[in-house]
């Protein structure tokens, strides 16, 4: 099984950038694709972006297109999520997990890390 840590999260102003990332260890994560997810109290976790097991093709949830890229760095095992102009609404708690293909992203398989807090001041 694949264990996954994020990490990168902060508090930052509007218009601001942070950059995530997911380390693993074990498993297939450099055969899986890779999604980031987000979640806000009382609600639930929502897609963000995901990468393929190449890192070739990408996608993206429409509120972040423009404004996020995610990407994978197969000998450091990591996945980043470059976080650019970020809104209030961006605040969440970030998470990575892995789906056997990019299509299938958004039904991700593995268990859920500690996540990593980005909050969004206006």
């Known amino acids: 099984q694949v264990r996954l840590v994020e990490s990168g999260g902060g508090l930052v102003q509007a218009g601001g950038s942070l950059r995530l990332s997911c380390v693993a260890s074990?498993?297939?994560?450099?055969?899986?694709?890779v999604g980031w997810y987000r979640q806000n109290p009382g609600k639930e976790r929502e897609f963000v972006a995901g990468?393929?097991?190449?890192?070739?093709?990408?996608s993206y949830t429409d509120s972040v297109k423009g404004r996020f890229t995610i990407s994978r760095d197969h000998p450091k095992n990591t996945v980043y999520l470059q976080m650019n102009s970020l809104k209030p609404e961006d605040t969440a708690v970030y998470y990575c997990?892995?789906?056997?293909?990019?299509?299938?992203?958004?039904?991700?398989?593995?268990?859920w890390g500690q996540g990593t807090q980005v909050t969004v001041s206006s």
């Open positions: 997990n892995t789906a056997p293909t990019l299509a299938t992203v958004s039904f991700p398989r593995g268990n």
């Open positions: 074990g498993g297939t994560f450099s055969t899986d694709a």
């Open positions: 990468v393929s097991w190449s890192g070739t093709s990408r």
